[in-house]
């Protein structure tokens, strides 16, 4: 199954480090943080704060750290929904 056919909370790790990749002009060394920390799907969307985002994922700009945090809202809302309507009713 593609990423972007999956709920992205079950999204692998590589999954994740893809979205990072293609989403962020910064997204390399995003990726590269997300893969060394096992940032899953459920990990961005249960864990990440702008504090994880700081310290554990060394993210040090705050225009990036909220970008990041905006972007995972967006998912939240879009890829949540998205699933809903093609895949199943309870998301």
Sequence with gaps: MEREDKDPELWTVEDVKQW??????????????????????????????????????????????VQILERISELRR?????YIYYFRADC
């Design 20 to 65: 990072a990749e293609s989403t962020f002009p910064f997204g390399i060394a995003l990726a590269k943080a997300i893969v060394e920390n096992d940032v899953d799907g459920r990990i961005l969307f249960s864990h990440i704060t702008e504090e994880t985002l700081k310290s554990d994922l060394n993210i040090r700009s705050l225009g990036q750290r």
């Design 78 to 82: 879009t890829g949540c929904m998205t």
